[in-house]
């Protein structure tokens, strides 16, 4: 039986997880790392696989770029492997455009790893190869190692299966805009939330995933929403994605300003106890709320009634 070599170039959090994956079917894998150079582990000159696992970033600003392909350009242009398969997100079209350029054998291949439970409590039963039809099946031939039959494999064309990733990661985005919309309006109608959420997901057409709504952080961010959900929604001018956007953006904003709030109303009640303790005072309790009331706009329950308005 062939020893398949493969070479994972980025060891972030898709690297190490793919190679976690990998390890231990009898694949011969070297790791390399541009920002971690004490991971490089390079014993060949050219490999059988490389899966390329490098960021993508969006560029903000004028000079910007919905989806930065360069890093994933460098991985492929410096090393050597009979295939490459680009795990990294990557705008519809990239992988045949860098095709083009570098005239090597590249197809895609989404990743569904993450950094939280959201995620990683799932587990993926399939795989997606998107490019050469030929191209394609050496890789599947390469994961059969790996997997068992029970594993499915999908083959499409690459710009099909570039799209898909952003299809999921949009939709995600999209679920946890609508359980923070419907958080706030249970919030107003007096309905608890999560009594809401277990009756909702009770029917079997909802999934359950990505339905939680955590008070102190009710919107999404994550480093693959917070990238992936406005490149498409830029590249392709998509209003609909905008609009989630811009409702995520204002219920981060919302949490931002409370927080300030809370921060401003702890520092006024520092000072209210510091002016408590100030002997000029003495034990004038009517003469020290009316100060306060005066100076902060605020009364001491118990101490002074609150004037008429």
Not at 272 to 297: A, V
Request: one cysteine or more.
């Amino acid at each position: 039986m062939k020893e398949y070599s493969v070479l994972i170039i980025g060891y972030g959090v898709v690297g190490h997880n793919l190679f976690r994956e990998l390890d231990g079917h009898g694949l011969l894998i070297d790791t390399v790392d541009k920002k971690r150079p004490e991971l490089n582990q390079r014993r060949r000159n050219r490999y059988d696989v490389a899966f390329v696992c490098v960021d993508t970033p969006r560029i903000a600003g004028e000079n910007g770029t919905p989806c930065d392909p360069s890093e994933v350009i460098n991985a492929i242009r410096d090393n050597d492997a009979y295939l490459f398969v680009i795990k990294s997100t990557v705008l519809p079209g990239t992988t045949e455009a860098i095709r083009g350029l570098t005239k090597k054998r590249i197809i895609f291949s989404p990743e569904y790893y993450g950094g939280t439970q959201h995620c990683n409590n799932f587990h993926f039963d399939f795989t997606i190869a998107g490019g050469n039809r030929e191209d394609c099946k050496k890789l599947i031939g390469m994961l059969q190692r790996v997997y068992d039959a029970r594993h499915q494999f999908r083959i499409t064309d690459s710009k099909t299966a570039e799209l898909v990733k952003y299809m999921e990661n949009a939709y995600l985005a999209t679920k946890v805009s609508f359980c923070n919309q419907f958080f706030q309006i249970a919030e107003k109608a007096g309905v608890d939330y999560e009594e809401l959420r277990e009756l909702f997901v009770l029917d079997e057409r909802v999934n359950p995933s990505h339905t939680f709504v955590y008070r102190d952080k009710p919107y999404w961010d994550s480093h693959c929403l917070n990238k992936d959900v406005p490149a498409i929604a830029e590249y392709f001018d998509a209003p609909f994605l905008k609009s989630v956007i811009a409702f995520n953006d204002s219920c981060r904003d919302s949490c931002r300003d409370r927080a300030e709030r809370e921060q401003e109303k702890k520092k006024r009640m520092q000072d209210i106890r510091k002016e408590f303790t100030d002997p000029k005072w003495g034990d004038n309790i009517k003469k020290t709320s009316e100060f306060l009331s005066s100076y902060y706009g605020i009364y001491i329950t118990g101490l002074l009634d609150t004037p008429d308005k």
